[in-house]
Every structure is written in structure tokens, then in C-alpha cells.
């Protein structure tokens, strides 16, 4: 079992920045591939980025590729996402999540999930 909890997010104007933290416990954090996913209201959850479990392999979805970069801290147990010149298209609740097979981009792979923390962008 890993609990998951995210924190970081917040209200910030466009073009502005915030960085999302997910601290997790339990099982070996280091075991785990992770992913960051982001849910919008009146929207399906969506990919945004995801990292191996060593940190050498990262990927984004292609709207955030540039702004977006997600890392970790396997001795820290911790997860990030520092998000760059954000819109308000990004406004939405992101959530982090773990996985130790599949594929990257698939919600389904990814067996933990923490609550979510709200970002919102605004214009």
C-alpha cells in the first residue's frame, strides 16, 4: 500500500508559476513509476506527465510539454511538478498517482492515487 498526498496548488495569474508536491508512504516510493494527472470540471482525467522509477525516463502530454517538468526525490519520497507559464486552460484538480507496470499515460495502470490539489489559473 502507498498513501499519496498532494499539496502546492493554489490561484496564480496566467503566465505566473506553481510547483506541486506529492509526498508519499507506506511501500517503497522507489519501486513505483508516477504519473501526474489533472481533472477539469465537466472533463474526463487526463494524462499530464509521468517519470520512471529511477527519474531518468520522463513524459509529458503534449499540451504541457515546455512548461511542465515533472521530477523526484526517491530519498525524500516525494514526487514534483513545476509547472511554467501556465494558462487558464491548466486550471483544474491534479492529482498524483503510482503505478509498477503498463503504460504511462493510462489512468488504469495506476493502482495509488492521492486526493488532488486544486490549481487555478486565472486570465
Known amino acids: 500500500q502507498v498513501q499519496l498526498v498532494e499539496s502546492g496548488g493554489g490561484l496564480v495569474q496566467a503566465r505566473g508559476s506553481l510547483r506541486l508536491s506529492c509526498a508519499a508512504s507506506?511501500?517503497?516510493?522507489?519501486?513505483?513509476?508516477m504519473g501526474w494527472f489533472r481533472q477539469a470540471p465537466g472533463k474526463e482525467r487526463e494524462f499530464v506527465a509521468a517519470?520512471?522509477?529511477?527519474?531518468?525516463?520522463?513524459y509529458y502530454a503534449d499540451s504541457v510539454k515546455g512548461r511542465f517538468t515533472i521530477s523526484r526525490d526517491n530519498a525524500k519520497n516525494t514526487l514534483y511538478l513545476q509547472m511554467n507559464s501556465l494558462k487558464p486552460e491548466d486550471t483544474a484538480v491534479y492529482y498524483c498517482?503510482?503505478?509498477?507496470?503498463?503504460?504511462?499515460?493510462?489512468?488504469?495502470?495506476?493502482?495509488?492515487w492521492g486526493q488532488g490539489t486544486q490549481v487555478t489559473v486565472s486570465s
Open positions: 498517482a503510482a503505478r509498477n507496470g503498463g503504460t504511462y499515460s493510462n489512468l488504469q495502470d495506476y493502482v495509488y
Open positions: 507506506g511501500r517503497s516510493f522507489s519501486l513505483y513509476a
Open positions: 517519470i520512471s522509477w529511477t527519474g531518468s525516463i520522463t
